[in-house]
């Protein structure tokens, strides 16, 4: 619910609140972001900040150097980080914006071009735009925030609207939220690298700017978009916990800036860095969506109000809710080694033990023999591998009783490809200089729409040759000496922004275009997990690394933000092909279980015993999916701080309950442990295997864990019964 009394707006939700009022002289002031808040301020109070030495008292008598600000430009008195810069056309870079108007309205309207959270018929969703102005320069700055009152989750976007002379804009961040006596905080982020992906850093906040960013032209592997702020005894399911984060797949930067005061501003949004969007007079530009969680409840409490929202009101489409595949791909099983025969081998093998889907991964196209050869940019069959055509092996799938699924990476093009010989400006590069090459790769350049529209002709053809039926969109290099033959000199600062608009306008048309076919990302493996390509495609290759120790860190991180049901998880080969390391076959599977789980190995390959383990965990996922994609998620014990790693889950309807627990030592090194559960009826009763536990027992003392063996894992099923 959105309340305007007095000149500050309450933005309501079932359990929290964040406020901004209109200060002296227009300014648009930050009141306060946390629980929810029953009564209204006490006006006196509100802008009781002390003097600081120094500063330019630019605000009647204060400053706005330490004024919580809503949405602060570049150029005047505050010197922080602020949300918005650019240059005048008289090459001035002060901005002044000060409160013209504002708007509510019953529902959430789209974001031009970009994904972004949406709201259903019944949903209690409001919106408010804050129609803010600089007179001078005619520059209109619209802030919009949507408040999902039953989710608990705020959006914010930023439009910039100039109705003066010529604009640079270079820095347009979608939020800022200040934060005051911040002391004794930390900062939470996720970074990694290829097969390595979000690991979670939790560090200090200190006196300084302390940011993470991408620079490749991807979200990337290296950061995710999003940082969590919270209390030093903030814990998993303790305290209080601010989230931002960001629903874009390009460049982004993510921060806090604490001042000498403990006074500190949080910001998310694109990254500044080789970033310039031109805006002539009647140009208007929109910001990616931010979204902001408060939770009282810890981290797993902040993470379950993104999981709720990206789940329901981000992802789309017929497998939003319907169960998804169980999937075998060939990657692993056979890398560029294969041909129709042994595909099909593969697919029946995995269809006696439940397996619903096959995926061909790479090279079944053009002259892709090796990663080495041509043929990126050419979606046709290659003859040679697949003489009877793609239809013919979908039909034989099929014949199987299975799915039969696609790898492609439309975004890119080797040299060696009639694509690339007919257009080789079409590739971001810099006019004059080398190209750089990543795995033999380059990027096509999706700022220039002809390349996008013949993107989605191309996959299009191939998507309607056959019966396919599920997609995995990869895309394996990220961006250098960036550059567009498409676009004027003094916009060449606006591909890499523009880059992602046309992925999404490609994305966008295809899944439009094909709405059965189930689209996957991935972008060697997890390098571009992030909420932008969640809204076209509901699930993401979590990471090429299917080590089942390292993927139960990378799966644990990465739910920080997003919920288990977007995270694909599959069972590979042991040793292992990415770390060589050896695991049981039941932990590899009991740690796929809770994501979209699949194969990614040659079943034939495997024994009996493990053949039947395999077929046990694709009976007990079809069991459990609904409870692990849709349940309650409670994060009980982290890989990255002890040897155990403990989850639970709860079902809607609270009756069922399940544990996960890995362990990577056996007793005699570990100490014996109980594991806290979370959200149970206290006078309930619960029933795991034979026995009896009490709700009150098992959040009150615990579950007892003993690991038998090294890489024990289990997953435990309570049912409630009484
Ligand atoms: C990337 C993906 C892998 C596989 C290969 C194929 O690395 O992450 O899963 O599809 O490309 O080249």
Redesign the pocket.
């Known amino acids: 619910m959105i309340l305007c009394k007095n000149n500050i707006f309450y933005l309501n939700t079932n359990k929290t609140t964040y406020a901004m009022g209109v200060f002296n002289d227009g300014i648009l002031a930050h009141l306060y972001w946390g629980k929810r808040l029953y009564n209204s301020f006490c006006e006196d109070e509100i802008f009781d900040f002390g003097h600081r030495h120094m500063a330019a008292y630019d605000c009647d008598n204060k400053s706005t150097d330490y004024l919580p600000l809503e949405y602060s430009p570049q150029g005047g008195a505050d010197l922080r980080i602020t949300g918005l810069s650019g240059v005048h056309n008289d090459g001035s870079s002060l901005t002044v914006l000060r409160f013209c108007d504002y708007e509510i309205i019953n529902s959430k309207p789209k974001l031009e071009g970009l994904p972004s959270t949406y709201a259903e018929e019944g949903d209690k969703v409001e919106t408010l735009t804050i129609h803010l102005k600089d007179s001078l320069k005619n520059l209109d700055v619209y802030l919009n925030y949507s408040v999902f009152e039953d989710l608990d989750a705020i959006t914010r976007s930023v439009k910039i609207v100039n109705n003066g002379e010529r604009f640079r804009l270079n820095t347009v961040f979608s939020a800022t939220v200040d934060f005051y006596g911040l002391p004794k905080s930390d900062m939470i982020h996720l970074d990694g690298c290829w097969a390595r992906e979000r690991t979670v850093t939790r560090r200090d906040i200190v006196h300084a700017n302390q940011n993470i960013e991408s620079r490749t032209g991807a979200s990337s592997a290296y950061h995710n978009p999003f940082i969590a702020i919270c209390d030093k005894e903030t814990t998993e399911n303790h305290g209080d916990a601010y989230g931002l984060s960001l629903i874009y797949s390009g460049n982004f930067t993510a921060g806090v800036e604490m001042d000498a005061y403990n006074c500190a501003r949080a910001y998310i949004g694109i990254n500044p860095y080789k970033f310039e969007f031109v805006l002539e007079n009647g140009e208007s530009f929109q910001t990616p969506e931010a979204v902001l969680a408060y939770s009282p409840d810890g981290l797993s409490g902040m993470s379950r109000i993104y999981h709720k929202l990206y789940r329901t009101r981000l992802c789309r489409g017929k497998y939003r809710d319907a169960d998804r595949f169980v999937l075998i ?1 060939n ?1 692993e099983a056979t890398y560029f080694d294969f041909n129709e025969d042994k595909i099909v081998e593969i697919a029946k093998k995995a269809s006696e033990i439940g397996v619903d889907t096959m995926v061909l ?3 079944w196209f053009a002259g892709r023999v090796n ?1 080495w050869a041509g043929g990126l940019g050419d979606w046709i069959e290659n003859k040679d591998r697949l003489p009877n055509g793609l239809k013919t092996l979908a039909n034989r799938i099929n014949e199987l009783g299975m799915h039969f699924g696609l ?1 492609f ?1 439309p975004e890119m093009v080797n040299p060696k490809s009639c694509l690339f010989e007919t257009h080789p400006d079409w590739i971001i590069h810099t006019t004059g200089r080398k190209q750089s090459l990543s795995r033999n790769q380059y990027t096509l350049d999706l700022s220039n729409k002809e390349v996008c529209d013949y993107i989605i002709g191309a996959i299009g053809r191939v998507l309607k040759s056959a019966n396919i039926e599920y997609v ?1 969109w ?1 895309m ?1 290099r990220y961006m250098s000496e960036v550059g567009s033959a498409f676009l004027p000199s003094y916009r060449q600062g606006e591909i890499m922004h523009r880059y992602i608009l046309g992925l999404y306008y490609v994305l966008e048309t295809l899944v439009t275009e094909f709405p059965n076919i189930l689209f996957e990302s ?4 997890g390098g571009r997990f992030d909420p932008g390509m969640l809204y076209y495609m509901p699930q993401t ?1 979590t990471s ?1 690394n299917t080590d089942a120790l390292d993927r139960i860190k990378i799966q644990y991180g990465t739910s920080f933000v997003y919920p288990y049901s977007a995270m694909g998880a599959h069972v590979s080969a042991c040793p292992n092909h990415q770390v060589w390391r050896t695991t049981p076959f039941q932990m590899r599977c009991n740690v796929a279980l809770p994501g979209q789980f699949g194969f990614e190995l040659d079943l034939n390959k495997c024994t009996e015993e493990e053949l039947e383990i395999a077929r046990e965990s694709v009976v007990k996922y079809k069991e459990l999916r609904k409870i692990f994609h849709t349940g309650d998620c409670y994060r009980l014990r982290s890989p990255f701080e002890c040897d155990l790693t403990a989850m639970q889950f709860i079902s809607e309807d609270k009756n069922t309950i399940i544990l996960c627990i890995y362990s990577k030592v056996a007793t005699a090194l570990a100490e014996d442990e109980y594991i806290r559960l979370y959200g149970l009826d206290k006078k309930a009763r619960y029933k795991l295997n034979e026995k009896i536990y009490g709700g009150d027992y098992l959040m009150g003392r615990g579950y007892h864990i003993r690991n038998d063996s090294e890489y024990d894992s289990k997953i435990l099923v309570f049912k409630k019964v009484d």
């Open positions: 791909n990657w991964d790479d090279g990663e790898w990476e995995k990869d394996n991935c972008s060697s493996g290759w090429d």
